[in-house]
């Protein structure tokens, strides 16, 4: 595939940015940057080297453990040939808890349907064949087994989407309760573009310049505009109230456009 000056800038920035996430891409997104900077004519290696990025969190916060990009493979190939999936999932803590595996136990066999970032880490949603039960599980704790299982027919999520599904898992685990205006869109921007901007937001990848993101604000108009600062195509999914809003802000900036 070839590609203009302004879509090769633009892939070399969506993997810097992409390196800078804290979501455990980074040491790929590194190795593709470089790849893409050789085959860049100078006149581009020079636009992108006077790209610095830094990733800045505030002094409280622990760095999330890094997902192997491996891994994100593995899980990624397995939902989208909906295959069975066995993985052996590592403890919490070193002295292992709940429903974790422990060394000798046997892996966790589950139809992996969805992966999906949450605040900076990578989550697998999975039907667990052995607990009968959704389960969310983290990427950096999983050590996926070979071969995968047989193929199986999805099953519908709890609350008809990822979203909502991962939304309620997460509700209330540290205070800020749900957003009253929740909205979903496509964007064709990779997702490890997304993720840095997303706030609290659910990003789920869909392909190579394709992602949906979930996103909540106070109002619905916020929302639009919290959305509309992506430079991309945005295809809105969801509800007729977040539509209302994008037509609104439209018709607002066209009326300022012309004034």
């Excluded at 397995?78 to 993985?87: G, Q, S």
Aim: charged share 20%; hydrophobic share 40%.
């Amino acid at each position: 595939m070839l590609f203009d000056d302004e879509q090769a800038v633009a892939l070399a920035v969506a993997l810097q940015i992409a390196t800078t996430t804290g979501a455990g891409i980074e040491e790929a997104a590194a190795r593709a940057l470089t790849t893409v900077r050789q085959v860049m004519p100078a006149r581009l290696r020079h636009r992108i080297d006077t790209l610095q990025l830094a990733a800045i969190q505030p002094p409280t916060t622990r760095p999330n453990p890094q997902a192997d990009s491996s891994v994100l493979i593995t899980l990624s190939a397995a939902i989208h040939a909906d295959e069975v999936l066995r993985f052996d999932y590592a403890p919490a803590s070193p002295a292992g808890a709940g429903d974790n595996n422990s060394a000798g136990t046997a892996p966790r066999r589950v139809q992996p349907h969805h992966l999906v970032t949450w605040r900076g880490r990578w989550y697998l949603v999975a039907w667990d064949l052995d607990r009968d039960d959704w389960r969310t599980f983290r990427a950096d704790r999983i050590t996926p087994r070979t071969p995968t299982g047989p193929r199986f027919t999805p099953r519908d999520l709890p609350g008809g989407n990822v979203a909502a599904f991962v939304t309620s898992r997460f509700r209330g685990s540290d205070g800020s309760g749900d957003w009253p205006c929740r909205g979903e869109v496509i964007l064709d921007l990779l997702a490890a573009a997304v993720v840095p901007y997303s706030r609290d937001g659910i990003v789920q990848e869909l392909g190579p310049n394709r992602c949906r993101l979930t996103l909540g604000s106070w109002s619905w108009p916020g929302l639009a505009s919290a959305i509309g600062r992506f430079d991309a195509d945005i295809e809105v999914i969801g509800p007729p109230e977040l539509k209302r809003a994008c037509t609104r802000l439209a018709r607002r900036y066209a009326d300022a456009a012309t004034i």
